[in-house]
């Protein structure tokens, strides 16, 4: 079973930076890029809202009297099996699935992208040993890993973004190293050897800005496959426990009243798949926008039809 995520690699997707303002304005005219945008601010709001506690309800709070209560102007989304506002609990079921994605791609990415640069840059033993211990993670299927790694670590949040981490983090080294095999031998490189410039140095101020296109593609794709695979946890009643909410908690406990109360397993389903679906198509606009070589294969498509 391989590894559940789209990865980048090679130095076709490294770009020449660009400005901050250049590529959020040709991120917003790309229409995979402008979607997502949109997706992911309205759901950034939602959690938003349930952390600073604008919420309706207080998504732990219990009302027994209106029990399995359907959409209405009182309960926007209806209730559950206690009398909890779904809605409420939505939004923090949003803001859980968001923290975990976050400080686990986090992780991920400044553990996974300083190894792929240290191992493509130096090469050698470095590039040997990094290599050997990034392809015994990717020999394990990433979600069997993730249950390993929760199991031996105990259930909450914080264990689930540790293992999310550890199972994403040889995906970050692979997107990083290949771009910087490439860099490497540039003039420019060269130039700061000889003038006696760090290692260090040349990698922040050289290796790094010209390397960094394909690493800000894969946080965007990292984020939703983490989003999905901590509500998987969490379905399976490893990740986040209650009384705090989750949206794989949501959805298993929807499983068996189904039939009575359809709002309880639709609306955190719908919350998984608008968050999944955001991140992605801004992961594929911002491979558009930082991927020169794409956007004109793209644009030579376009004339010839």
């Known amino acids: 079973m391989s590894q559940p995520i789209e990865t980048i690699e090679g130095p076709a997707v490294a770009a020449a930076p660009l400005r901050r303002g250049q590529w959020l ?19 950034a709001l939602l959690a938003l809202a349930s952390a600073l506690g604008l919420t309706p ?3 732990i709070a219990q009302h027994p009297e209106d029990q399995l209560v359907g959409p209405s102007s009182t309960y926007w989304l209806g209730t559950d099996q206690f009398g909890r506002d779904i809605a ?28 792929g640069i240290i191992a493509g840059y130096f090469g050698g033993w470095t590039d040997r040993i990094i290599g050997r211990l990034t392809d015994v993670l990717f020999a394990f299927p990433a979600i069997l890993l993730a249950l390993a790694i929760v199991a031996a670590l105990g259930r909450g949040w914080f264990n689930t973004a540790i293992a999310i981490a550890v199972v994403y983090l040889p995906i970050f080294v692979r997107v990083a190293r290949g771009p910087v095999l490439s860099v490497r031998s540039m003039d420019y490189i060269r130039a700061g050897k000889v003038l006696g410039y760090s290692p260090p140095r040349l990698i922040a101020r050289h290796v790094l800005p010209n390397v960094a296109a394909p690493i800000i593609v894969q946080v965007a794709l990292a ?30 406990d929807a499983r068996t009243l189904f039939d009575r109360a359809w709002w309880l397993l639709v ?17 594929d606009g911002l491979r558009d926008v930082l991927d020169p070589t794409r956007s004109q294969s793209r644009g030579r498509r376009r004339r010839r039809r």
């Open 223 to 252: 984020l939703s496959w983490a989003i999905l695979t901590e509500s998987g946890l969490s379905f399976l009643g490893l990740g986040t426990q209650p009384p705090e909410p989750s949206l794989g908690l949501m959805v298993s």
């Open 25 to 43: 304005g040709r991120l917003w005219h790309n229409r995979n890029g402008r979607v997502g945008l949109l997706i992911m601010g309205l759901l």
């Open 267 to 283: 609306f955190p389903s719908l919350a998984i798949v608008l968050a999944v679906t955001g991140l992605n198509l801004l992961g």
């Open 88 to 115: 409420s609990r939505v939004c923090a079921g949003l803001l859980a699935s968001l923290r975990v994605a976050v400080i686990s791609v986090a992780i991920a990415t400044i553990l996974g992208a300083a190894g």
């Open 57 to 59: 309800y207080s998504p």
